[in-house]
């Protein structure tokens, strides 16, 4: 059975770092796409950034690049989302999510292709 748990998040205001984690169990990152999605408040959920297992190859969503950095760590079995710059647009729930489908070359960034998703992390930015 695939879990994943997030953590990290937090109530932080404009300018600072924060990491999210998220744990995954029955599931090895190494061989599997793991992404990270954000749904705001009266929003539709949406790409953050992606991470293949196999090729370690990024994706990551116009508005969060060259402030998020997405990395895994095989021994712990987590991913990461490195924040920096936060703004309070990037106030959401922060959610982890992988695929039934190991070995992907390129991580996808639709939700429809994930599979597993974790319960979320509130983040929120403060002016």
């Known amino acids: 059975q695939v879990q994943l748990v997030e953590s990290g998040g937090g109530l932080v205001q404009a300018g600072v770092s924060l990491r999210l984690s998220c744990a995954a169990s029955?599931?090895?990152?190494?061989?599997?796409?793991m992404g990270w999605f954000r749904r705001a408040p009266g929003k539709e959920r949406e790409f953050v950034a992606a991470?293949?297992?196999?090729?370690?190859?990024?994706r990551y969503a116009d508005s969060v690049k060259g402030r998020f950095t997405i990395s895994g760590d095989n021994a712990k079995n987590t991913v990461y989302l490195q924040m920096n710059s936060l703004k309070p647009e990037d106030t959401a729930v922060y959610y982890c999510?992988?695929?039934?489908?190991?070995?992907?070359?390129?991580?996808?960034?639709?939700?429809?292709?994930?599979?597993?998703w974790g319960q979320g992390t509130q983040v929120t930015v403060s002016s």
């Open positions: 029955g599931r090895t990152i190494s061989r599997y796409p």
């Open positions: 991470i293949s297992g196999t090729t370690r190859l990024t």
């Open positions: 999510a992988t695929t039934v489908t190991p070995g992907l070359l390129v991580p996808p960034l639709e939700s429809n292709a994930y599979d597993y």
